[in-house]
């Protein structure tokens, strides 16, 4: 008698080890999961900024086109501003010239 009852006392025993072990497996199995659907959320929310990212330097590339196009624009227009200030110079001083030979001419006639 005596034995059988340490054996179900040594049995009882491992069956309260075993169940507070198979608690700590469930909560430890909770947590893993709600570890996991974290891991997945941030996974997504990686994946949408790599998206954004990749999004924004297409727009950046584009914003770098156009501004070279401007620059480029903006040089043309600047050359042509220049030749039309010499071009409006030259014509100046043309005109200048063309008052100052009336000027003389209207004073060598006035003499005679």
Do not use: C, M, P, W
Request: no cysteine; glycine share 2%.
């Amino acid at each position: 008698k005596e034995a059988v009852a340490k054996a179900q006392a040594e049995l009882r025993e491992k069956a309260k080890i075993v169940r507070g072990k198979k608690r700590f497996l469930e909560q430890e199995q909770v947590n893993n999961q709600e570890v996991q659907v974290k891991i997945d959320s941030k996974k997504r929310a990686v994946e949408k900024s790599r998206l954004e990212l990749q999004k924004t330097k297409g727009t950046l590339v584009e914003l770098e086109d156009e501004l070279a196009a401007l620059r480029n624009e903006l040089l043309e227009a600047q050359a042509e501003v220049h030749r039309a200030e010499e071009e409006n110079a030259r014509l100046k001083g043309a005109a200048d010239t063309k008052a100052s030979l009336r000027s003389k001419i209207a004073a060598t006639l006035e003499e005679r």
